[in-house]
């Protein structure tokens, strides 16, 4: 049982020594609520930003001008979109930061509710609930730790038109 023991000990001194060689910090509570912090200032920086309708600002956010920014039609508002083009069209719109936010500077600010932020210190999600003028559905960021801090590396969103919910309320 105590050779189990000095096992068991030198193994895991063995971890440690290769984590720190590694440079791998340990993760805490106190490292945690850091990111989540951190991540929750991101937040208030974008939201500051769109408030202001400082565009510099908001591609500032993202790692690169080009990250994606994709959204998905909610079926009743995909089917609603393919009856007034009378033709199919693509199920998601794919555009890069640069143009997300050439628009997002142009539109009236959203309502946002739901937030919810995640992390494991290297990589994280802020996700959240919209509601527009043009439509609603959920925002989900991905985002990544820098050595600018964190940025957004992408963003996939929910389209659900209100043409289409008036339309499922009818039927």
């Known amino acids: 049982m105590k050779k189990q023991a000095n096992k068991a000990a030198v193994v895991a001194a063995g971890l440690l020594v290769a984590m720190q060689a590694f440079g791998t910090d340990t993760v805490s509570a106190s490292g945690a609520d850091r990111d989540v912090a951190a991540l929750h200032a991101l937040w208030n920086a974008y939201e500051h930003a769109v408030a202001t309708k400082d565009a510099p600002a908001l591609l500032r956010l993202y790692v690169s001008a080009d990250a994606p920014v994709r959204g998905g039609f909610a079926p009743k508002s995909y089917a609603l979109v393919t009856a007034a083009n009378k033709q199919p069209v693509p199920r ?69 038109l209100p043409t289409a919910d008036r339309a499922g309320a009818a039927g």
């Open 92 to 160: 998601t719109l794919l555009i890069t930061a640069k143009e997300d936010v050439a628009g997002e500077v142009k539109l009236p600010t959203d309502q946002i509710e739901n937030l919810d932020i995640h992390s494991d210190g290297e990589v994280g999600s802020i996700s959240f609930d919209y509601r527009a003028k043009v439509g609603h559905g959920r925002i989900v960021w991905t985002t990544v730790l820098t050595n600018d801090g964190w940025k957004i590396a992408s963003v996939v969103y929910s389209i659900n």
